[in-house]
């Protein structure tokens, strides 16, 4: 009864708007690169009044798979990492969607519980944000999906400074990584010159403080929401294309390790929880009731709901509003991804996107 608690009540789910595909296709590279949601900057603002505090950004729409999508397609079009559009659709086949499948396109999010300034990789979310200063208290933020390092060799938290800024940087491998190539049978030579297509490092690189780390392009852009570098931060290529000019040399930035997300807009209090990707974070539940209490909104917040968008773990912003009269419409919730059934062009909603 609480799935997707996000949008409850059926003039909520007018609202949002159904992402229609064209028929089948043929992805291109022109696709991505010319694709309209990269780098959308949306206005924060941090503030302990749900009423005034504006830290959920974007909203959440519908896609109907076409024959030969992929999610690694799709994932890429709208901005978000493959890890993304798998929590968000559980029991999707990801691989080969059924055509006509609708797929839910989680497209918002809830900011980090960070100081909305330089750069932010939230690990478990694989999703990087950039923060300027806006005008009146508010921040400018973008936001793009990221790849990380795999499990043994996992992203470090931490603190850093962008100390260089490098287009077509030549790989020098590392002895480490020169070693498990050659335990693996792989090449291993001393370093990859810049612009080699093998380059894992793509065409844009920033050098970070932290050694041996960086954040970068890639030569496999389907490794953008999974854990396949050795550390560093994997971008599709047309996203740190944008990124790249935006951040100058000396802008800060911090690795945190946030699966749990609490965040308000128009007064309302959502919950956003992802897997917990590298096993830091035991008490999920506990790190919500946490930041709620952090927050001062434990007397607005309905528990239950927060239990189940723990439990959920969509990864998706869930309204856990202690709304009046909230029993009278608990029945109207928006059905799960696997078998909705929304309007194609219902009163008021946005005009249909196409890819």
């Known amino acids: 009864m609480f799935r997707r608690a996000r949008w409850i009540g059926l003039a909520l789910l007018l609202t949002i708007p159904v992402v229609n ?14 694709k309209v949601s990269a780098g959308r900057p949306f206005v924060a603002l941090a503030s302990a009044d749900p009423s005034l505090a504006h830290s959920v950004i974007g909203s959440t729409r519908f896609y109907q798979a076409q024959p030969k999508d992929t999610f690694l397609d799709i994932a890429r079009y709208y901005d978000l990492g493959y890890n993304e559009l798998v929590e968000a659709n559980p029991g999707v086949e990801p691989w080969v969607p059924p055509p006509g499948q609708v797929i839910l396109i989680p497209t918002e999010f809830v900011l980090p519980d960070v100081e909305y300034r330089g750069i932010i990789v939230n690990l478990p979310e694989m999703r990087i944000y950039y923060f300027k200063a806006g005008t009146d208290g508010t ?10 390092g795999r499990d043994d060799w996992q992203t470090p938290t931490g603190k850093f400074t962008v100390k260089e800024k490098t287009v077509n940087p030549k790989w020098v491998l590392p002895e480490s990584i020169k070693a498990e190539h050659i335990r693996d049978g792989k090449p291993a030579p001393d370093f990859i010159a810049g612009g080699d297509p093998e380059n894992p490092l793509g065409k844009y690189r920033l050098r970070l403080s932290l ?10 852009p389907w490794g953008v929401g999974m854990q396949v570098s050795h550390g560093c931060v994997r971008l599709y290529p047309e996203d ?22 609490v965040g308000a807009r128009d007064g309302h209090i959502f919950v956003e929880v992802h897997k917990d990707i590298y096993n830091q974070l035991p008490g999920p539940y506990r790190e919500a009731v946490r930041l709620i209490d952090k927050s001062g909104w434990h007397n607005r917040v309905d528990f239950e709901r927060v239990r189940h968008a723990v439990v959920e773990r969509s990864g ?3 309204d856990v509003s202690l709304l009046q009269g909230l029993d009278d419409v608990k029945d109207e919730v928006l059905r799960p991804p696997s078998a909705p059934r929304p309007p194609t062009s219902p009163q008021g909603a946005s005009a249909p996107l196409r890819p």
């Open 316 to 318: 998706v912003p869930i």
């Open 21 to 34: 595909a064209a028929p089948a296709r043929e992805w291109t590279d022109e696709m991505f690169n010319t």
């Open 211 to 220: 050694p041996l780390y960086g954040i970068h392009g890639t030569d496999i």
């Open 240 to 261: 740190i294309a944008r990124l790249f000019p935006m951040v100058p040399v000396g802008t800060t930035g911090e690795f945190v390790y946030q699966p749990v997300k």
């Open 139 to 148: 921040s400018i933020v973008t936001t793009w999906p990221v790849g990380l």
